[in-house]
C-alpha cells in the first residue's frame, strides 16, 4: 500500500484480548507512521486510529467530544490517545476517502455470494448514505445485484436521499428504498446502551445518541416523508426513548411498523407496549452465544434476559431475528440456534424462558421478516401467487439436533436455481 494511503482493520475484541482495552494510537503507531490506521471494534461503534490518522482527521487536544460520541484522551485529560467512541468515530469514517466504484462494486460481488450461500435472498442496507446508494443502484443498472436490498437511509444526516432514491428505484426491481434508519444509542458489550440502572461495578449507564426533541423531530418528518423507521435501540432506556417518542407521534393502531433493532435488554412490560404501539421487535439473538459471557459481566443478572424473544412469542408480539453482519457473518442459522437453546459461548444457560422452538424462529426470519418489509403478500410463505425464493436445506431443522449444523444446500431466487 503506498505511504499516505489508509490501512484499515476489522473486528478486533477488546473483551477476547489479553490486556482487555482498545488500542491506543501508540499501539497503532507500531504498525505505521507513515499510513493513516483505523482499526475499527466488532461492534462498529467504536474503535482507535494512529498518530498521522488523529492529523488528518483535524483531532486535537482542542477538539471537543461531538454530541452522543466521545474522543479518548491521555493522562492530561486533553490530548486524543487515539481510541474513538460512537459518533466521534463515525464522524470520523465519514474522512476517510472513499474506495472507487470499481473496487466497490467488486466487493459488493462478494458480499452478495456469501449472504447467497447462507440462504439469505433478501438483505438489509441498514445506514445508507448517498455513497452506499449510489454503489447499489449502479450494481443493479449493470445487472449486478443478484439479491433483494432493502435500503433504509441514515435520517439525521441524509434524509433528502429518501424521496430521490424512491423516485430513482425500479418498480419490480431488486433494489427498494425502504425508510429512515436512526441510531438511539451504542452498545452493551462496550458499555455505551443507553440503560436505565448502571452498569455492573460502576455507575456509568452508557448514553443516549439523541435527545428526545431531536427524536421527536427525527420521526415526525419521517411520519411525513411516508417513511418507515428503524430505530437502533441496544439499552432499555434507549428503548423507553423510542416507546415514548412514537406513542407522541403515531396513533395507537397505526400501521407503520417502526422497528426497534437489536432490543437487547427491552422489558416485558416494554415489549407489551411496544405491542400497543405496533412496534416490531428485531432481535439479534446471536448476542446470546457471541457476547453473552461479556454481558453477564457487564450488566449482571439483567444479562439473563437479552433477547426476550420467548416473552415476545407469550404476548403474540411478531418478532424477526438478524446478525447485523460484519459484527457477526450473514449464517441465519446461527441466529436461530442462539434464540432456541440460549447458551452463551462458555456454556452458561441464560433465562430458558425466553427460549423458543426452531418453528418460530423460522417463522421470524421468513414470514415476519417479510412483514417487516411491507412485503408479505410478495414473499415470506410458500403460496401460490408468490415469490418462489427458498432453500433446500441439509437438515429439517425443525428435528436437526444441532440448528448450527444445518447447512444451505441449494439456493432458488425468484424461481431460478442458483
Not at 445506514?127 to 446508494?133: F, I, S, V
Not at 397505526?254 to 412496534?279: F, S
Not at 462458555?346 to 417463522?363: C, F, H, K, Y
Amino acid at each position: 500500500i503506498p505511504e499516505g494511503e489508509w490501512v484499515l482493520g476489522f473486528g478486533y475484541e477488546q473483551n477476547d484480548m489479553r490486556e482487555k482495552r482498545h488500542p491506543t494510537r501508540e499501539v497503532l503507531d507500531r504498525v505505521s507512521t507513515t499510513h493513516p490506521v483505523m482499526v475499527t471494534q466488532m461492534s462498529g461503534h467504536m474503535g482507535a486510529v494512529n498518530s498521522l490518522a488523529l492529523r488528518l482527521l483535524g483531532l486535537d487536544a482542542g477538539t471537543p467530544d461531538p454530541e452522543g460520541g466521545r474522543i479518548g484522551r491521555q493522562d492530561d485529560g486533553a490530548t486524543p490517545n487515539g481510541y474513538l467512541e460512537e459518533r466521534a468515530f463515525t464522524l470520523a469514517g465519514t474522512k476517510i476517502p472513499p474506495v472507487d466504484l470499481e473496487e466497490n462494486l467488486r466487493l459488493l460481488d462478494q458480499a452478495q455470494e456469501i449472504y447467497l450461500a447462507n440462504g439469505i435472498t433478501t438483505a438489509q442496507e441498514g445506514l445508507t448514505r448517498q455513497g452506499e446508494w449510489d454503489i447499489l443502484t449502479e450494481a443493479e443498472r449493470r445487472g449486478r445485484l443478484k439479491m433483494d436490498v432493502v435500503a433504509y437511509v441514515d435520517w439525521n444526516g441524509s434524509a433528502g436521499l429518501y424521496a430521490s432514491g424512491r423516485r430513482a428505484a425500479s418498480p419490480g426491481g431488486r433494489l427498494r428504498m425502504g425508510g429512515a434508519k436512526l441510531m438511539l444509542d451504542g452498545s452493551p458489550q462496550n458499555r455505551t446502551a443507553y440503560m436505565t440502572q448502571p452498569y455492573a461495578g460502576g455507575t456509568d449507564r452508557g448514553y443516549p445518541a439523541l435527545r428526545d426533541g431531536q427524536l421527536l423531530d427525527l420521526l415526525r418528518s419521517a411520519k411525513e416523508a411516508g417513511a418507515q423507521v428503524l430505530a437502533h435501540c441496544n439499552g432499555d432506556a434507549a428503548a423507553e426513548q423510542l416507546i415514548w417518542a412514537v406513542g407522541q407521534v403515531y396513533p395507537k393502531g397505526n400501521d407503520a411498523r417502526t422497528v426497534m433493532i437489536h432490543a437487547q435488554t427491552v422489558t416485558a412490560d416494554q415489549l407489551a407496549r411496544m405491542k400497543e404501539l405496533g412496534i416490531i421487535p428485531s432481535f439479534f439473538a446471536s448476542h446470546i452465544e457471541h457476547f453473552g459471557d461479556t454481558h453477564l459481566r457487564n450488566l449482571g443478572d439483567r444479562a439473563q434476559r437479552i433477547s426476550p424473544c420467548g416473552t415476545a412469542q407469550r404476548l403474540s408480539l411478531p418478532f424477526t431475528l438478524h446478525m447485523d453482519t460484519p459484527v457477526l457473518p450473514p449464517n441465519l442459522m446461527d441466529a436461530l440456534s442462539s434464540a432456541c437453546r440460549r447458551v452463551t459461548a462458555s456454556g452458561v444457560p441464560l433465562d430458558p424462558s425466553e427460549r423458543i422452538t426452531p418453528a418460530q424462529g423460522l417463522r421470524a426470519l421468513t414470514l415476519n421478516a417479510a412483514h417487516q418489509y411491507f412485503q408479505e403478500g410478495e414473499k415470506g410463505s410458500l403460496e401460490a401467487g408468490k415469490r418462489a425464493d427458498m432453500l433446500l436445506l441439509s437438515q429439517d431443522p425443525l428435528t436437526a439436533p444441532d440448528l448450527k449444523a444445518v447447512r444451505v444446500e441449494r439456493v432458488v431466487l425468484r424461481g431460478q436455481m442458483l
